[in-house]
Each structure stands twice: as C-alpha cells, then as structure tokens.
C-alpha cells in the first residue's frame, strides 16, 4: 500500500474567523499536550500552530482556562506538559494506591543527587569527597535505575572516571523547565531559608 502523504500542520486557518482560529489553535496545543506520554518541545507546538500565532500568549490563554481545574499546562524539561497541581498529590497516590516511600529517595540519595544538580559532571569520588563517606556504585545504580542521573563526560584525570550529570527526567520530577531554573542554594543558605545539607523536594502530582 503506497503510504500517506504526510500531514501538512503548519496551516494557518486563515478561513476561519480570528476568534475561532485561536480557539482552535487553543485545541490543537491541549489535546497535543494531553495525548504526549512525555513534555511536548516548543518547536513541536509552533508546528501545529503555524507561524502567524504568537504561542506563548495562547499558552497564557489556556493556563488562564485551567485556573480553576485540578491540573495545570507547565513548562517543564524544555517542552510543555499537563501536571497534577501540587495540593491533590496526596490524593493520587491513594487513588492509585502508590506507596510514598516508594516514590520517594532516601535522605542521603536525594543529598547526592542535589550535589549531582549543582557540581555536574562529577564523580563518584568527588562525591564522596562532599559527603565525608564513600558513595556506593549501588547508590548512584539506584539513581539511574529512576533515570534520573546518568552517565556523562569521562573526567581527564587517571583512570578517566566517568562523571554523572541530570537528565531530562529529573528537570520534569523537580518542576524545572531547565537547570537554570535551580534555585540559588547559597543565597536560600545566607537568608537563612536552607540549611547545609538542604536537597530538593520532588513537584507535586
């Protein structure tokens, strides 16, 4: 069978009266959020909306419908995705029956893994360095089976140790659209809002 011509989405509807159009606009960026199992890049939504449509403002527009619903369009891990807003977590998690200690790090895991956040690449002895005790392989193992370390540049010292860096995955767990969006532990610390060994609390729903 000879395959389909491929869709053409950069069609401007210019048939349509402007408020339609934008209503529709309005559709196609939700209902492509809605169906996307991951966070949706810019470039994927500006497709679908053409060029004649200023996105960010109909992205306002559709938060500003949501106000009132249990979720929310976010930007988040360098794209856009729907997320539960933070006061109905608990409720999910009864609803699906999710264990929180089973979703949730250990103390010294989410340690590493903030230090992972602020000093990438760095390695397992570096890291050990931090916290004063050796880092086990089977710690870092555990932060990478949840995807969201993973294996970065090899440091150029002896032995080349590999370096562990963030991933996408992690910036969508914390809220973060990128790693610019990490907030200024020093600065929490001297306003006296963060103490040493302060680590990052996981976005809600």
Not at 140 to 156: N, S, V
Request: charged share 25%.
């Amino acid at each position: 069978m000879p395959r389909s011509a491929p869709v053409d989405l950069d069609v401007e509807l210019e048939d349509l009266l402007p408020e339609l159009r934008w209503r529709e606009w309005m559709a196609r960026v939700e209902a492509v959020v809605f169906a996307a199992a991951d966070p949706v890049p810019r470039a994927t939504l500006a497709r679908l909306v053409g060029r004649g449509c200023p996105l960010d403002r109909l992205v306002d527009d559709i938060r500003a419908e949501l106000r009132d619903r249990p979720y929310d369009l976010v930007k988040t891990a360098g794209g856009y995705a729907l997320r539960t807003k933070a006061r109905h977590a608990a409720m999910i998690r009864v609803a699906f029956a999710i264990d929180p200690a089973i979703r949730s790090l250990s103390k010294l895991e989410a340690g590493v893994l903030t230090a992972i956040a602020y000093e990438q690449p760095i390695t397992r002895a570096a890291l050990s360095e931090i916290f004063g005790r050796e880092i086990s392989r089977d710690l870092i193992a555990a932060l990478r089976d949840k995807a969201l370390i993973a294996a970065g540049p090899r440091k150029p010292e002896p032995g080349a140790p590999i370096a562990y860096v963030t991933t996408p995955a992690f910036l969508d767990a914390f809220g973060f659209n990128s790693l610019g969006d990490l907030p200024d532990l020093e600065a929490l610390k001297d306003a006296g809002l963060a103490a040493d060994g302060e680590t990052l609390a996981p976005a809600g729903g």
